[in-house]
């Protein structure tokens, strides 16, 4: 049989297409509130704030993240980045197959699971985004998007040591609108059981805030937060954090 990790609890914040060099404060007053903090804490701001960024959070127990990496290592792909670029800058982590890439660029899962592997190469932990529309959902068919999306966008090799999947439901996105826990709690066990290694790390996101984040986290099977616009300021995301350690 084989040894399953115990999930490690996490909070990441998603900064999306959001701050400028201004905002590097914002990141170390994240750090000031959580210096020692129980579980997982991550930022990932734009591409062009990683360094600032690193150097700003060095020594802290924040972690830097980028938001999505190409499938190459590195070549003619103007505009792209790759995951040791990511690395370099002082990233552990990457977002993959968030849902705005998959709309805005037309992503699939075929991609993401070639982005993970270039990700791993240059030894980034993956968070791997899945998650139903609201026609999806009124459809009735959630799990079976949400189950193809995870055997589609996981590549051979997915572990709890090198990917973190993000349950996140397009229409709960930026939308202040959340699942019931119960659907939350359905889709998390549905996860659980297909995920390749049990020990998996499973994130709930879209429109979690400081005043719903206890109640999430309270949820069977949810370790943590991918956190959007709540995530951008550090009295909103230090509150967030410091529910998952209560939780
Ligand atoms: P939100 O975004 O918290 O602003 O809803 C979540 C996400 O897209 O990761």
């Given at each position: 049989?084989?040894?399953?990790?115990?999930?490690?609890?996490?909070?990441?914040?998603?900064?999306?297409?959001?701050?400028?060099?201004?905002?590097?404060?914002?990141a170390?007053?994240?750090?000031?509130?959580?210096?020692?903090?129980?579980?997982?804490?991550?930022?990932?701001?734009?591409?062009?704030?990683?360094?600032?960024?690193?150097?700003?959070?060095?020594?802290?127990?924040?972690?830097?993240?980028?938001?999505?990496?190409?499938?190459?290592?590195?070549?003619?792909?103007?505009?792209?980045?790759?995951?040791?670029?990511?690395?370099?800058?002082?990233?552990?982590?990457?977002?993959?197959?968030?849902?705005?890439?998959?709309?805005?660029?037309?992503?699939?899962?075929?991609?993401?699971?070639?982005?993970?592997?270039?990700?791993?190469?240059?030894?980034?932990?993956?968070?791997?985004?899945l998650?139903?529309?609201?026609?999806?959902?009124?459809?009735?068919?959630?799990?079976?998007?949400?189950?193809?999306?995870?055997?589609?966008?996981?590549?051979?090799g997915?572990?709890?040591?090198?990917?973190?999947?993000?349950?996140?439901?397009?229409?709960?996105?930026?939308?202040g609108?959340?699942?019931?826990?119960?659907?939350?709690?359905?889709v998390?066990?549905?996860?659980?059981?297909?995920?390749?290694?049990?020990?998996?790390?499973?994130?709930?996101?879209?429109?979690?805030?400081?005043?719903?984040?206890?109640?999430?986290?309270?949820?069977?099977?949810?370790d943590?937060?991918?956190?959007?616009?709540?995530?951008?300021?550090?009295?909103?995301?230090?509150?967030?954090?410091?529910?998952?350690?209560?939780?």
């Open positions: 049989m084989v040894d399953r990790v115990t999930p490690r609890k996490l909070a990441a914040g998603n900064w999306k297409m959001n701050g400028l060099a201004a905002q590097i404060v914002e170390q007053a994240l750090a000031r509130a959580c210096p020692k903090p129980g579980v997982g804490v991550l930022l990932c701001p734009p591409a062009t704030l990683l360094a600032p960024m690193a150097q700003a959070l060095a020594g802290s127990a924040v972690a830097l993240g980028g938001q999505d990496c190409h499938v190459a290592e590195k070549g003619a792909h103007t505009g792209d980045i790759a995951a040791a670029m990511l690395a370099d800058a002082g990233a552990s982590h990457v977002i993959l197959g968030h849902s705005e890439r998959r709309a805005d660029h037309g992503e699939t899962s075929a991609q993401v699971a070639a982005k993970l592997r270039s990700a791993w190469k240059a030894g980034l932990t993956a968070i791997v985004c998650g139903e529309t609201a026609e999806d959902r009124a459809a009735g068919r959630t799990l079976q998007v949400v189950g193809a999306q995870l055997t589609a966008s996981l590549a051979e997915a572990d709890a040591a090198n990917t973190v999947i993000a349950y996140e439901p397009v229409w709960a996105i930026g939308s609108q959340t699942p019931t826990p119960e659907q939350i709690a359905e998390h066990a549905f996860l659980r059981a297909h995920v390749p290694d049990a020990g998996m790390t499973l994130l709930y996101g879209g429109s979690v805030n400081p005043g719903n984040a206890a109640a999430i986290f309270a949820i069977p099977g949810v943590g937060a991918l956190v959007g616009g709540a995530s951008l300021k550090a009295v909103d995301f230090g509150a967030i954090v410091a529910a998952l350690e209560a939780a």
